[in-house]
Nanobody, 121 residues
Framework: QVQLVESGGGLVQAGGSLRLSCKAS????????MGWYRQAPGTQRELVAR???????NYADSVKGRFTISRDNAKITVYLQMNSLKPEDTAVYYC???????????????WGQGTQVTVSS
């Protein structure tokens, strides 16, 4: 079994900062494309930031200059530093990655359980 576990969400005032963490665990052969998505009530899940397979990063236009994605390969963990938070950043934030387990011949997309981020005005 493989899993992604997020942490670091919470309630913060507008202009504040939060740091999310997502750790992958289990019998993992390979992992690629770790990143973050978010979903606000009544909306579709959207990309926030992620690493591509060649190691570059993609960001949603709405978070560029405010959010930074980073990772620790040894810990199989990806982080999302969120600064200058706005009320419109309020959402459940989900970690995602393409994981190939030890027992499988192919990779598949995996999701964490999500962590709530609430930004008050």
């Amino acid at each position: 079994q493989v899993q992604l576990v997020e942490s670091g969400g919470g309630l913060v005032q507008a202009g504040g900062s939060l740091r999310l963490s997502c750790k992958a665990s289990g019998s993992i052969f390979s992992i690629n494309g770790m990143g973050w998505y978010r979903q606000a009530p009544g909306t579709q899940r959207e990309l926030v930031a992620r690493f591509t397979t060649n190691g570059s990063t993609n960001y949603a236009d709405s978070v560029k200059g405010r959010f930074t994605i980073s990772r620790d390969n040894a810990k199989i963990t990806v982080y999302l530093q969120m600064n200058s938070l706005k009320p419109e950043d309020t959402a459940v934030y989900y970690c995602n990655a393409d994981i190939k387990p030890m027992w499988s011949v192919r990779a598949s997309g995996c999701w964490g359980q999500g962590t709530q981020v609430t930004v008050s005005s």
